[in-house]
């Protein structure tokens, strides 16, 4: 079985500081990791996965996300956040021993950045 | 390409009606799937297929059928509407390339749809 879990529903920072929003997750398998951003009134835009190689992963508009395989945590980070980045992020995993072909997503995380 | 579509964007409903969810995609992508959003639960699978001709129930199929006749299109019925399938709905699709391995998935906009 594949579960992910986004510990909080929401996060708040000021502009221009750094921004974490964490994803942890349990497969049987390796994991394929994927992080999701979506605007109000629109559907989910891919930012970053991590499939293999190495840990640290970098994607859309500045975000990265660091694989710990050891705490099964893949946390978005993005060393300086801008109003634009408030939006509701989803971490999604799929368990690469197969058996399953979709990913499962976690609730969401509602990210605030304020001025 | 358009990508991932939807149709309609907006659907109210009476309780026990029926109606399709129409979505489409111009990827050649063999992945397809049927997600709802509803406030405090993420998104939950609801339906998927592979290919056309296979599908698959998710986490909350009860409610709702597809069908995959051509790799383009992967409609979702409502049977017979109730208000707890008052949600956001989304289709997405994917692809597995050379490796074989279905990866980023692509979404639609969105289909709001209210059952009264």
């Known amino acids: 079985a594949q579960s992910v879990a986004q510990p909080e529903d929401q996060v708040n920072v000021a502009e221009g500081n750094p921004l974490t929003v964490k994803c942890t997750y349990s497969?049987?398998?390796?994991?394929?990791l994927f992080w999701y951003v979506q605007y109000p009134n629109r559907g989910l835009q891919f930012l970053l996965k991590?499939?293999?190689?190495?840990?640290l992963v970098k994607g859309s508009y500045g975000f990265e996300a660091e694989f710990n395989k050891s705490q099964t945590s893949f946390h978005l980070k993005k060393p300086s956040a801008l109003v634009s980045d408030s939006a509701l992020y989803f971490c999604a995993v799929r368990d690469a021993s197969g058996g399953s072909y979709i990913p499962t997503f976690g609730r969401g995380t509602s990210l605030i950045v304020h001025p | 390409n358009a990508g991932v579509t939807q149709t309609p964007k907006f659907q109210v409903l009476k309780t026990g009606q029926s109606m399709t969810l129409q979505c489409a995609q111009d990827m050649n992508h063999e992945y397809m799937s049927w997600y709802r959003q509803d406030p405090g639960m993420g998104l939950r699978l609801i339906h998927y297929s592979v290919g056309a001709g296979i599908t698959d129930q998710g986490e909350v199929p009860n409610g709702y059928n597809v069908s995959r006749s051509t790799t383009e299109d992967f409609p979702l019925r409502l049977l017979s509407a109730a208000p707890s399938q008052t949600s956001v709905y989304f289709c997405?699709?994917?692809?597995?390339?050379?490796?074989?391995?279905?990866?980023?998935?692509?979404f639609g906009p969105g289909t709001r749809l209210t059952v009264l």
């Open positions: 997405a699709s994917s692809y597995s390339g050379t490796s074989g391995i279905p990866d980023t998935q692509y």
């Open positions: 497969v049987s398998g390796n994991p394929y």
């Open positions: 991590y499939i293999t190689g190495d840990n």
